[in-house]
């Protein structure tokens, strides 16, 4: 398996544009999380996918970010407009069901300047 | 309220010497504990998971863990360190009934030779 797959792996952007993470996770799973991981706040859940469900989104920080996922194989997060403090790095994980092991994709890296 | 604390920011130790990383945590219920290591530029790659029974917990490479209920802890050991094993390590838990992982700060292991 291919793992949880994430991209893009880097992004630099400038301040006020939209920024669009992608994921696909694991075949089968049907639980997908975000997390965003800095180094003030360490790793913090952002949102939580059930069969493509938006089962809990308290992490989401404000209306600036939001999150899809239109079918069980691809999930997008998106913010927009863009602040320099929402550099971070970006992780999509995924699970068989929301208790099971979380398997996390590689990142991504986000710098808004 | 769930929580992991990760009382080390960084454990030094000899390549050959035993190793501990240590975690505390605090939950409503059973505790699920997990360990997670993350080298550079890369994403969370899952060591091994406490649900219930043995309180040894034996994970991926040679890591093993001890779960022990009066202290409310599950410490990571390693019985000889390995240079490759230099990485940042992350306790987290979860309430048996939930999903959400709360994850600890981290902590920085260096294996010197």
């Known amino acids: 398996d291919a793992g949880v797959i994430q991209s893009p792996r880097h992004e630099v952007t400038e301040m006020g544009q939209e920024v669009t993470l992608r994921c696909k996770p694991i075949?089968?799973?049907?639980?997908l999380f975000w997390y965003r991981q800095t180094m003030m706040r360490g790793l913090e859940l952002l949102i939580y996918f059930n069969n493509n469900v938006p089962i809990d989104d308290s992490g989401m920080p404000e209306d600036r970010f939001s999150a899809k996922m239109p079918n069980a194989s691809f999930s997008t997060l998106k913010i927009q407009p863009s602040e320099p403090r929402d550099s971070a790095v970006y992780f999509c994980a995924s699970s068989l069901g929301g208790g099971d092991t979380q398997y996390f994709g590689p990142g991504t890296r986000l710098t808004v300047l | 309220a769930q929580s992991v604390a990760q009382p080390e920011d960084q454990v030094n130790v000899a390549e050959g010497n035993p190793l501990t990383v240590k975690c505390t945590y605090s939950v409503s219920g059973n505790p699920y504990l997990f360990w997670y290591v993350q080298y550079p530029n890369r994403g969370l790659q899952f060591l091994l998971k406490y649900i219930t029974g043995d309180n040894l917990v034996k994970g991926s490479y040679g890591f093993e863990a001890e779960f022990n209920k009066s202290q409310t802890s599950f410490h990571l050991k390693k019985p000889s360190a390995l240079v490759s094993d230099s990485a940042l390590y992350f306790c987290?838990?979860?309430?048996?009934?939930?999903?959400?992982?709360?994850f600890g700060k981290g902590t920085s292991l260096l294996v010197t030779p």
């Open positions: 987290a838990v979860r309430a048996n009934s939930g999903y959400a992982l709360n």
């Open positions: 075949s089968g799973h049907n639980s």
